[in-house]
């Protein structure tokens, strides 16, 4: 149980994984560009695939399609692997060309049509929410659930890519060719809902083991 | 219209997007707003929890995508190198026990290592923490963890409940700990970060608080020679009370910080008025100005902050514990010293440049015998 440490710094298991994450994906980029290092290329295709496949769904509704849109996506960085280094934000320079990929997918299915970020479709199961990590009764976890599934899509989306990608407010502004204003707003709608749903249960799973401060 | 801002902001700071200023606002924000705090935090905690990743399908798209570009005539090797061709459910499935047998493998020389370190250490200097369980005490059935002068630990608790212990400092738990309550008791300091379970309530006794709480993370300070006994919110909340006192309660919201002067009982007689320092007070958690460092904490990290409000000989206490030395002072005058409070910090200093960039500030005169710092002038 007593593990012995001399030098420790106190950072969260999140704080950690997002700063290895951009670190690892630095080095990727590298290896890919100056030595063709396949390896690296099949870790960054571990590294982004998940995200970019819901990604691509939440435009084509269509599991097949979105594989094969993200795939063209990893072609073409193997493709020009050489210039890879020159891109500075290779994480949104992917999740754009899935966009732009996607689009053109959807282009040559139904015709020439525009899409806007009402017409993406998110998947919902894949915000996860882990009961013994959070303390949430089965109760309050239905009732977040439901406040996440009762956003709009629009909304819905942008949470997931906030939340789960890790993409800040400017990035999915221009992914999905949205004001600031506006997908502040709608973090501002989404994290007002899911704080209310898990307000709501505060006393009453609280009163048992804290007296109330009034 | 303000709860409204909260959520702006926190969407900010979650996403990492916020400014300073925005920081700040939340943070005052949340102040006005205790009853939010809650439902923030249980945000915030949702918010670092990692999707799940399919590894088996995500290995398999990997495998769909390198065929896909073999088709196209691309000149990619399909298994990783002396895996050969053949790319099946069967031969990933085989690859993901060799993985796993990698990964346990990896584990035990980490253990091995740790335990070697560990052992090493034990024998041959202070640098160490023991778990010692005491079996002639009366109080068997208790575990005990405690760290030497010099040395940190951090402790993972039945409940997964993590305790950094600091130096000269000691934990004290039953063995049944968590079967019906958490309780612990502490001397010296200690960082705790609390698995939040509302049937079970975690309680610290130290030797003048009692402190209750749901699910959070604070620092209580409460060596027996110092002065003082302070216990810092860092989030979540905490009820404290005095033992002395044991009907008044006093709830810590976030970055306050309570400070409970140790002679309290004992100089009832003073009037006071007279006091420098009130007997209880609540305070804010200092952060340092340049980086946001918390200071209470950052003995954590091996740092320890000059505090412009600590006299040498407070200050000497905590190089004590940093150093593992002891501090002996022949003038009276040097005790009282006092070094500002302009962030200056140590960290990988040695004892002799830690001491000498203090005379910069306000000169003493010391030598060092064994492991004694003696300041005589």
């Not at chain 1, 996506?73 to 692997?81: C, G, L, P, Q």
């Not at chain 2, 997007?17 to 920081?23: F, R, S, T």
């Not at chain 2, 412009?308 to 005058?333: H, I, P, V, W």
Request: glycine share 4%.
């Amino acid at each position: 149980m007593c593990l012995t440490f001399e030098y420790s710094v106190h950072i969260t298991t999140h704080d950690c994984i997002q700063m290895d994450k951009s670190i690892q994906v630095e080095d990727l980029k590298k290896r890919i560009a100056l030595f063709d290092d396949q390896q690296a290329y099949r870790e960054l295709f571990m590294v982004f695939y998940t995200s970019l496949q819901q990604f691509a769904f939440s435009i084509l509704r269509s599991k097949q399609l979105a594989e094969e849109a993200v795939s063209d996506v990893f072609i073409k960085i193997w493709e020009k692997r050489s210039s890879l280094d020159t891109i500075d934000n290779l994480k949104f320079y992917l999740f754009a060309s899935t966009r732009n990929t996607s689009l053109n997918y959807l282009k040559k299915q139904e015709g020439l049509r525009k899409i806007n970020a009402d017409d993406y479709w998110v998947e919902l199961h894949s915000i996860y929410f882990d009961p013994e990590q959070l303390m949430l009764t089965a109760e309050m976890i239905s009732r977040v659930m439901e406040a996440i599934n009762s956003l709009p899509p629009r909304c819905k989306l942008i949470f997931k890519l906030v939340k789960e990608e890790g993409l800040k407010y400017r990035e999915v502004s221009e992914l999905l060719d949205l004001s600031i204003k506006t997908v502040e707003n709608q973090m501002t709608l989404a994290l007002k809902k899911l704080g209310s749903a898990i307000g709501f249960d505060i006393y009453k799973s609280v009163s048992s083991t804290i007296r109330s401060p009034r | 219209m303000t709860a409204e801002k909260i959520w702006y902001l926190l969407g900010k700071k979650l996403s990492e997007d916020a400014n300073p200023e925005e920081l700040q606002e939340l943070e005052q924000l949340m102040r006005l707003h205790p009853d939010i705090q809650y439902s923030i935090q249980n945000i915030t905690d949702l918010w670092r929890l990692e999707k799940p990743i399919d590894q088996p399908e995500l290995e398999s798209a990997l495998q769909r995508h390198i065929s896909r570009m073999k088709e196209k005539g691309y000149p990619v090797q399909l298994e990783e190198a002396g895996n050969g061709a053949g790319a099946g459910t069967q031969s990933s499935g085989r690859k993901n026990k060799r993985r796993q047998l990698v990964f346990v493998l990896a584990c035990s020389l980490v253990l091995l290592i740790g335990t070697t370190i560990y052992f090493t250490r034990s024998h041959n200097s202070n640098f160490v923490a023991q778990q010692s369980f005491k079996g002639t005490d009366p109080r068997a059935d208790m575990n005990e963890v405690s760290t030497r002068m010099g040395s940190r630990s951090k402790i993972v608790l039945p409940d997964k409940s993590v305790v950094w212990l600091n130096a000269g400092s000691k934990l004290l738990y039953e063995k049944t700990f968590g079967n019906t309550i958490r309780e612990v008791e502490l001397s010296g300091e200690g960082y705790f970060d609390v698995v939040k379970d509302p049937e079970r309530p975690f309680i610290i006794h130290t030797e003048k608080l009692n402190i209750k709480v749901l699910g959070t993370a604070f620092n209580v300070k409460s060596y027996p020679n110092d002065e003082t006994t302070e216990t810092s919110l860092i989030r979540g909340m905490i009820e404290v009370t005095m033992k002395d006192r044991p009907d008044e309660k006093i709830i810590l919201r976030p970055n306050e910080k309570l400070t409970v002067r140790n002679d309290g009982g004992k100089s009832e007689a003073v009037p006071e008025v007279n006091r420098k320092e009130p007997l209880v007070a609540i305070g804010r958690i200092t952060f340092e100005p340049h980086d946001g460092v918390i200071v209470e904490t950052a003995w954590m990290d091996n740092q320890l902050f000059i505090r412009a409000d600590k006299s040498f000989a407070e200050l000497a206490l905590d190089l004590e514990r940093k150093y593992g030395m002891n501090f002996r002072f022949d003038n009276e005058k040097v005790k009282q010293f006092k070094f500002g409070g302009a962030g200056g910090s140590f960290k990988k200093e040695s004892i002799q440049q830690a001491l000498h960039a203090l005379q910069l500030a306000n000169y003493f005169r010391y030598h060092i015998e064994d492991d004694t710092v003696i300041i005589d002038k």
